[in-house]
């Protein structure tokens, strides 16, 4: 009985994990395509690309704050 309670907590913690560190990785990545799109257009002078660089800055600041959790949990985990 205990052996099986142990096996379903660690196999639970280890699924977990894995799944804290695929969403850390998609929102690394959705960072990094915000940011590129919203330098690109930035760069022209239409006014759709104004209205994609204001569009984007919406989803930036939430994923800046995600991404600064990451790290500063990434920085606990080592000290």
């Given amino acids: 009985m205990i052996t099986t309670v142990t096996t379903v907590t660690t196999v ?3 699924v ?3 799944l804290a ?3 850390s990785v ?5 960072l990094v ?11 022209g002078r239409s ?4 209205r994609i660089a204001r569009f984007t800055s919406i989803g930036i ?3 800046i704050i995600a991404f ?9 985990e080592t000290l």
């Fill in 47 to 50: 006014r759709l690309s104004l």
């Fill in 21 to 23: 560190t695929a969403i």
């Fill in 61 to 63: 600041v939430p994923l």
């Fill in 68 to 76: 600064a959790a990451m790290v500063a949990v990434k920085i606990a």
């Fill in 26 to 30: 998609a929102a690394v990545i959705a």
């Fill in 12 to 14: 639970t913690t280890m």
């Fill in 33 to 43: 395509v915000f940011l590129t799109t919203r330098e690109l257009a930035s760069a």
């Fill in 16 to 18: 977990a994990l894995g």
